[in-house]
């Protein structure tokens, strides 16, 4: 895709949009803040740019977070009922005789800034979240709008990640969201847990459930970790894992993108496997064949 055919995109982001729990505009913002953290945690914790600090995940993993908060950011916009086409018109400042197919890596080079170190990604990482309150206090700015999304697409820019890659790993998430894939976790029963295989393969071994008595930082290396949802500071416990099973998360969560760099089996959207599997149990994860299951 060389570039957004803008009518597309807004059609397939409105039928994504009804498919949700929430289309109103002030829950997709709440969402749109809850990404913020994750894109700033990559920077902050770039070793590159901060030495002492510990690798958060993989570049794979960071691309998901962006194209986590530029869904977020998309779905705003259509909840908003402002125009796709006009948002990114103004963001990128193309005149109203553009056609449909816009080619948005090779407008935003001009807003790129001229230096790309750390103080000047974090005042772009700022910015984002100065334009996300402004929009939310005036949520039929299609000025604030624009700015927000082109401040996004230069953010990402600089951390080296193209917008198209972005938007595409975006819609491939939103496509593949947990309600789309929670039915199969009725065919559960008392000794099979069902769910979605993130990473494909077989393993075993003692189940570690994290809750407020077991805490994340204990989890044995050779464990199955067991969670409801895997944050990008988990990193280094699912590294050490044998196997990983969560509550939550789709085919390109953040579990699955960590657990594909070490080829470590993985089982999502089981719906309550933190209830179900008791710690210190001895399971088995089934992922080589759909569905995935964990043997109780």
């Known amino acids: 895709m060389e570039n957004i055919f803008v009518?597309?995109?807004?059609?397939?982001?409105r039928s994504l949009l009804t498919k949700e729990?929430?289309?109103?505009?002030?829950?997709r913002f709440c969402l749109t803040f809850?990404?913020?953290g994750?894109?700033?945690?990559?920077?902050?914790?770039?070793?590159?740019?901060?030495?002492?600090?510990?690798s958060l995940g993989s570049r794979e993993d960071e691309k998901g977070a962006y194209a986590?908060?530029?869904?977020?950011v998309l779905l705003?916009?259509?909840s908003l009922k402002l125009s796709i086409m006009e948002v990114f018109q103004k963001a990128f400042n193309l005149s109203c005789e553009t056609p449909s197919g816009i080619d948005v890596e090779k407008n935003v080079k001009k807003f790129l800034p001229s230096a790309t170190t750390s103080t000047v990604q974090m005042e772009v990482a700022i910015k984002i979240v100065d334009y996300s309150i402004r929009l939310t206090k005036n949520q039929s700015s299609l000025l604030i709008a624009s700015k927000l999304l082109r401040t996004l697409v230069v953010y990402m820019t600089i951390r080296g990640f193209s917008f198209i890659e972005v938007l595409e790993k975006g819609l491939q998430n939103q496509r593949h969201?947990?309600?789309a894939i929670k039915p199969a976790i009725e065919n559960s029963d008392k000794k099979k847990l069902f769910g979605t295989i993130g990473v494909p393969g077989i393993a075993c071994g003692i189940a570690y459930v994290v809750n407020d008595r077991n805490a994340l930082s204990n989890f044995?290396?050779?464990?199955?970790?067991?969670i409801d949802n895997a944050r990008p500071e988990y990193i280094e416990e699912i590294l050490r894992a044998n196997g990983a099973v969560s509550n939550n998360g789709g085919a390109a969560c953040h579990l699955v993108n960590m657990a594909q760099s070490k080829n470590i089996v993985c089982l999502v959207a089981t719906g309550n496997a933190t209830e179900r599997i008791a710690h210190g149990q001895e399971i088995i994860i089934y992922a080589n064949k759909d569905p995935g299951y964990v043997q109780l």
Do not use: C
Not at 7 to 13: A, G, N, R, S, V
Not at 38 to 54: G, R, V
């Open 68 to 72: 986590q908060a530029l869904m977020q």
């Open 7 to 13: 009518k597309d995109l807004w059609t397939e982001l």
């Open 34 to 36: 809850s990404q913020h």
């Open 177 to 179: 969201r947990d309600w």
């Open 220 to 226: 044995p290396t050779g464990g199955i970790l067991v």
């Open 76 to 78: 705003s916009i259509v």
């Open 38 to 54: 994750d894109i700033h945690h990559y920077l902050t914790h770039d070793h590159a740019l901060n030495p002492p600090a510990h």
């Open 21 to 27: 729990y929430r289309t109103d505009p002030l829950f």
